[in-house]
Structures are given as C-alpha cells and as structure tokens.
C-alpha cells in the first residue's frame, strides 16, 4: 500500500525550494505518492473586508485567470520534484481554485482523501509577521488534527541527521513508529534520540531553611532515586525506539541515544542542539511536553516552530 504526503506549494522561490528538498528526500523510497496541491487564492481573501465593499466583482480573479495561475505553479512543482529523482508516475496533481482560507482547504483535501500527512514550505516571513498575521504552515500545524505536518525551512541541513525529541511518557512510541514508517526506509539516515532531562522539581528543595547533615543525605537520596526512575523510563522508550527502526531496517551504527540536562528551558535547547548538530529533520510532538498546552499557545512545539532553521521539521499528532 503507497504511503501518502499531501504537498501543499505557493510558488514561490522559496515554496518551489522546499519542493526541491523533499524530493531529494522521498525519491528513494518507491512506494511513496505525492499529492500536489495548488490553492488558488481570490483577492478578496488577501485584502481588508472594507477594501472590496461595493467591489465584489473587481475583487474576483477570473476561473481562467485562476486555472492558469494555478496551472503554472503545478507544473514548476512538479518539474522541480522530478528534477530532484522523484519519479513523476507517482505525483498527482491537484488545484483547488476560489480558495479563500488555504489552510482550511489543504486539511479539508486531507482529510477528503485521508491521508494523514502534509508538507508545506515555509515562505519566510518575519516572526512577527508571522504572530500577526497567521501563516500558513502555523494554520496548518494547528488546526490538522491527527495529522502530521512537516514543515520545511529551505534551504536545509542536507546531513542525512534526524533528531527525535523524546519525553519520558509513552507517547514517545507514537514518534518512532512514525519515523520508523516514513524516514527509515530510506537508508542513509541517522537517528538520535534526543531527551532533555527536567531540572529538580520544587518537592525537592531546601523549603526555605539550612538542612542539616541527616536532611541533606536524605534529600540527596531522594533526588538520586527520582533521577534514576526518570532514567529508567526514558531508556526503556529509548530502547523500544531503536529495536524499531533495526527492525525496519536502519543500522544499529546509525542509532544513537542521548540525554542532557536542561538548561536554558526545553525549546531553547532543542533549537540549539538543531543547529550546533545541523540535523536535517526534526521529529517531536505537537504537544507541549508534560503541561499538554494547545499549540501555538506557548508549547514547546510552538516555540520550535517559529524559530527552527534549515530543517525539516515534523510535528507528529499523538
């Protein structure tokens, strides 16, 4: 059975770049399908609503206007994935004119078609710009419900290096086996399995007076068990990740494990460790870890998003 990516494109340079890279990406794997989505925007939907009052008509692109607009980026689209080695007998085109939210249209052609996985480039804007006015790689991200969105930050880390952000909780698994079923297949990738460990929770601390020679071993002991505990799940997560991916086929050589302290919080230091390691693809939840905060309303995911460079960044539905 063909997995499937819905690969939503603006044509824009920097759009048509990104399409560029995951077929570069993907062209290995022979039973992927790619669907090549256009949406054609109206004026109308680009402007103030008090711009086109009493202007309806002169708002409106015309159907053949659209049709030929829409035509041309699908085809540099799809010229710019067979020139990377995507075979073209495995790319299916498809336009969707009068388009007036393209987020809302490119989940709706998803969800139509059920494929639970959707690419899209990131055209670049500021960060502020991208607060104000609402991208549409952010849109996407947070309204495709148990889908997964990768959202590629061209041009990027051609490393072959892929980090998974592991928690300490078992939606961790739903990470690999998605790494497993769509980047392991391709075998020149590099695994690490990323967790940044917590600081000492407040249960811990000195409760505002000096503790003496007894309190301060016992609370040294107490520390030391929660670290391990800690350890002890997240190695067993870590663990069941690599067995995974062996199985499909990466080799152990290529598997590696890794866990940090943290020190700046969990979003600074996953973007640092991106950039100082130049991985290529970065897999993590959509999630917030641990506090579950809905995206783009402060989660780490969120964080990552808006500052993340030079990768592609898949952001997994649990």
């Given at each position: 059975m063909a997995r499937k990516i819905l690969l939503a494109v603006d044509g824009t340079e920097k759009g048509l770049e990104s399409v560029s890279v995951l077929g570069r990406l993907l062209k290995d794997q022979p039973d992927f399908e790619l669907v090549l989505f256009h949406c054609v925007q109206q004026l109308s939907s680009l402007l103030p609503s008090d711009l086109c009052v009493d202007l309806e008509d002169r708002c409106k692109i015309s159907f053949k206007d659209q049709e030929r607009i829409g035509n041309a980026v699908l085809s540099e689209s799809l010229k710019r994935l067979v020139q990377a080695g995507f075979p073209e007998d495995r790319i299916v085109p498809k336009l969707k004119m009068n388009s007036m939210d393209p987020a809302?249209?490119?989940?709706?052609?998803?969800?139509?078609?059920?494929?639970?996985?959707?690419?899209?480039?990131?055209?670049?804007?500021?960060?502020?710009?991208?607060?104000?006015?609402?991208?549409?790689?952010?849109?996407?991200?947070?309204?495709?419900q148990h889908k997964t969105v990768w959202i590629v930050d061209a041009p990027v880390n051609e490393t072959g290096k892929v980090l998974i952000a592991m928690e300490d909780a078992p939606e961790s698994r739903e990470l690999t086996a998605y790494a497993a079923e769509f980047v392991a297949p391709s075998r020149r990738m590099r695994f690490t399995f990323l967790h940044l460990m917590p600081p000492v929770p407040p249960t811990f601390w000195d409760n505002g007076h000096i503790l003496g020679s007894a309190e301060r071993k016992d609370r040294q002991s107490r520390i030391e068990k929660w670290r391990s505990e800690w350890m002890d799940r997240v190695s067993k997560f870590m663990s069941d990740g690599k067995e995974l991916l062996q199985r499909q086929g990466t080799p152990g050589a290529n598997?590696?494990?890794?866990?940090?302290?943290?020190?700046?919080?969990?979003?600074?230091?996953?973007?640092?460790?991106?950039?100082?390691?130049?991985?290529?693809?970065?897999?993590?939840?959509?999630?917030s870890f641990h506090e579950r905060k809905p995206f783009l309303m402060g989660s780490h995911a969120s964080k990552v998003m808006q500052n993340v460079k030079c990768v592609v960044l898949c952001l997994v539905d649990y």
């Open positions: 809302q249209d490119i989940i709706a052609e998803a969800d139509s078609r059920k494929i639970r996985t959707i690419a899209l480039g990131r055209r670049g804007r500021s960060q502020v710009e991208a607060l104000l006015l609402g991208s549409v790689s952010g849109k996407v991200a947070q309204y495709a598997l590696d494990t890794l866990v940090l302290p943290t020190k700046l919080g969990i979003a600074r230091d996953l973007l640092n460790e991106i950039a100082e390691h130049q991985f290529q693809m970065v897999i993590m939840g959509k999630k």
